[in-house]
């Protein structure tokens, strides 16, 4: 399965943005989903993810209350709503995909990654 990043850009303090991962190649409906993001010179650390179903969904203590993760299934997106952006936002944003069921927060059980897409907050 492919994955397309999408929805990134240069936002105010305060402002929201709404970032798709288009998948192509097969369909997302049995995999479970997650945003890493990765600011320069740092690790790339989760941000928020879904269980394939839908019905669970974990998000790092950072990004909590402010960022909301969800899927269509029809559409074979899934997306990350991010309301009230912060400078500490800024980062390039990436979709993953695990087949394997549970929301892992290290990149490293991730096998999918689309590309990234940058998202910069000015203050």
């Known amino acids: 399965v492919q994955l397309q990043a999408f929805g990134g850009g240069l936002v105010q303090a305060g402002g929201s943005l709404t970032l798709s991962c288009a998948a192509s190649?097969?369909?997302?409906?049995?995999?479970?989903m997650a945003w890493f993001r990765q600011a320069p010179g740092k690790e790339r650390d989760f941000v928020a993810g879904?269980?394939?179903?839908?019905?669970?969904?974990d998000y790092s203590d950072s990004v909590k209350g402010r960022f909301t993760i969800s899927r269509d299934s029809a559409k074979n997106t899934v997306y990350l709503q991010m309301n009230n952006l912060q400078p500490e936002d800024t980062a390039d944003y990436y979709c993953?995909?695990?087949?394997?069921?549970?929301?892992?927060?290290?990149?490293?059980?991730?096998?999918?990654w689309g590309q990234g897409t940058l998202v910069t907050v000015s203050s």
């Open positions: 993953a995909a695990n087949p394997a069921g549970l929301i892992w927060k290290s990149f490293r059980s991730y096998d999918y």
């Open positions: 190649g097969g369909t997302l409906s049995s995999y479970t």
């Open positions: 879904i269980s394939w179903s839908g019905r669970n969904t």
